[in-house]
């Protein structure tokens, strides 16, 4: 059995989009990364309710909740 090299290497850094974000206000990169933050969790949200179809809006916001906390206790990507 071979062995895959496991170290991880981080993505290139986009310098124009690092330059784009530089020029911005503390406020409005707050404001940007809630947004990313709101587009994820509204992903994640469709697709359990993809998933589970007949769950109340309560009852999938605790299978969110679940799904988060568990994604903290594992480690970054090799």
Known sequence: MVQKDTQYTFD???IEQMRLRASLSPARRIQVMLDARELVVG???G???KRFPDLSDREINLKLIEELSHVR???PRP
């Open 73 to 75: 206790k594992q480690f």
């Open 47 to 49: 697709r359990i309710r």
């Open 12 to 14: 290139p850094v986009d």
């Open 43 to 45: 992903l994640k949200r």
